[in-house]
């Protein structure tokens, strides 16, 4: 991983560029901004692996090529949006900067069989990470100035969109190989409100709210969070859940929202 993020440094170098005015930042203010462009580099580089093992657990189950092959251009863009954000960080004053990845081995929930973790991961990372990333982009969209900072933006927005694909279209092919019984939609079921958990929890972990001269510059205010959590959960999570018989009630997952 680390070999692939040096190649794509080398050749790709990022356009995301430092505003204007952003000598005029306060000391704590550019160290905020530095910290958040390095703590998003390294969740956009823990992505890219955590993509890798939804991968190999598609090979495992058989899935077509052509959802392999949605997976493996998702890593190639999140090793981009690495690189983006990394680049961020180093025009801030972090030129030693290098991501990290936040844990090698698949993520596995506590209690489940491999079998059920091969699908959950899949779920996890399309359905529900990629999902909420779209709509927590989509309401820091409309305070970024205009520029590059708002166009890499509006790119990665519209690469989530087919990060996000494959878990919806993963649900599809396994509802259509007969993989979604009784006892696999129980068992996914059961486990929805804890990933909600976990994805929620980790976006709200590294949430602030901040002045409006870095959210123009991209930081990712709390509040953007916070509504693109309850958006998503709304507008696609659990109408998109509903649509393969799996039902989960507002109740089972709370989301934080204030607005």
Aim: charged letters at 25%; aromatic letters at 8%.
């Amino acid at each position: 991983m680390q070999a692939a993020y040096s190649q794509a440094s080398c050749a790709e170098r990022s356009q995301l560029a430092k505003p204007n005015d952003s000598d005029a930042l306060s000391a704590e203010a550019r160290a905020q901004l530095l910290d958040f462009w390095q703590r998003r580099a390294d969740g956009e580089w823990t992505t890219a692996a955590a993509l890798q093992h939804v991968f190999d657990d598609l090979v495992v189950l058989g899935a077509p090529a052509a959802l392999r092959d949605l997976v493996t251009v998702a890593i190639a863009d999140e090793h981009r949006h690495t690189t983006w954000c990394a680049q961020a960080a180093r025009e801030l004053g972090g030129r030693d900067f290098r991501p990290s990845v936040l844990g090698h081995r698949p993520f596995a929930l506590q209690g489940a069989s491999e079998a059920e973790n091969r699908l959950l991961r899949v779920i996890f990372a399309g359905c529900i990470g990629e999902t909420i990333a779209i709509h927590v982009l989509r309401e820091s969209h409309a305070e970024l100035e205009r520029g590059p900072v708002r166009e890499v933006n509006r790119l990665h927005m519209s690469e989530e969109v087919n990060h996000a694909r494959v878990g919806w279209a993963f649900l599809n092919w396994a509802k259509e190989r007969g993989l979604l019984h009784a006892a696999a939609r129980q068992s996914i079921q059961n486990a929805l409100p804890s990933l909600l958990e976990l994805s929620s929890s980790a976006w709200l972990t590294g949430g602030r709210a901040v002045t409006p001269d870095l959210r123009r510059r991209g930081f990712i205010d709390s509040i953007h969070i916070e509504r693109g959590l309850a958006r998503a959960f709304e507008e696609v999570i659990r109408p998109g859940f509903e649509r393969f018989d799996l039902c989960l009630a507002v109740t089972e997952w709370n989301y934080g929202c204030r607005v």
